[in-house]
């Protein structure tokens, strides 16, 4: 895996906005659409505040961009607060001029007896328009992506699946308390993201440094999904000096 460092977590997002910005125009010059896989989290906050930036002060049009989020609670309202739905609509879509219908995240309020045709729906959506060009993506401490935890398949698709404990610790800063961060949420699987042509995983801060360190330099297991990129013909990380720490 390809590792590239920058002195601070806006330099290594402005970065990537960068290299987003001209796939989408490389893209549109072809009239082509350009397919992006996206994340939420706190990793990309930075990212999508450059991307809409660039819209406003510079002109990058997504007209062209159609995209695909990794994952959502299960079950959340869209307009809970903690929903990924609201996320990308505060973050980005609300301040972009992505079509309506071409942006597409799961949906935490499906029926529990449609989901499984629901997530095969998604994966289905996805390979209609060709497949991702690039997919972004942050990492939890367990090395989970999307939330593919520990010992997921790699072939698995885009499934309902439980959240490790350890996760719902490390987001329950979001929730009012512990008992209300859902067990469940909707992933993409990782068959899924390995299919896009490019990966990109970035990841800040201390916090991160040792599930960095295991995924590049460990050996490629599915007890650290990340480390399961090593497979990935097209994958860099973008990281901060702080994420870097651990590395040899
Ligand atoms: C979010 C996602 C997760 C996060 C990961 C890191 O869509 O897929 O894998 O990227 O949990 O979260 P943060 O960025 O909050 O440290």
């Known amino acids: 895996i390809a590792v590239e460092i920058h002195p601070s977590a806006k330099e290594g997002s402005k970065a990537v906005a960068q290299e987003i910005a001209a796939l ?89 007896d449609q989901i499984k045709q629901y997530c095969a729906d998604y ?53 009012p308390n512990m008992s209300q961060v859902p067990r469940l949420a909707i992933t993409m699987g990782l068959s899924t993201i390995f299919k896009a042509q490019r990966v990109i995983l970035m990841a800040w801060g201390s916090h991160k440094a040792k599930i960095v360190c295991r995924s590049v330099e460990g050996h490629s297991t599915d007890q650290v999904p990340a480390s399961l990129l090593q497979q990935h013909s097209n994958c860099k990380f973008v990281i901060d000096e702080q994420a870097s720490a651990e590395l040899t």
């Open 123 to 175: 994966d289905k959506r996805i390979e209609a328009v060709g497949g991702m060009d690039l997919q972004i993506l942050g990492i939890g401490n367990n090395g989970h992506i999307g939330f593919n935890e520990p010992g997921s398949n790699i072939n698995s698709h885009t499934r309902l699946v439980t959240l490790d404990n350890s996760t719902r610790l490390a987001n329950a800063y979001e929730f």
């Open 24 to 112: 989408i125009r490389e893209k549109a010059a072809a009239n082509q659409k350009c397919v992006l896989g996206m994340a939420t989290g706190s990793t990309p906050k930075y990212l999508y505040a450059e991307l809409v930036r660039l819209h406003k002060e510079e002109g990058l049009s997504f007209k062209n961009v159609i995209t695909f989020n990794l994952d959502e609670y299960y079950p959340i309202e869209p307009d809970a607060l903690q929903s990924y739905n609201r996320f990308m609509k505060e973050h980005l879509f609300n301040h972009i001029d992505i079509p309506e219908g071409q942006y597409h995240i799961p949906d935490g309020t499906i029926p529990k």
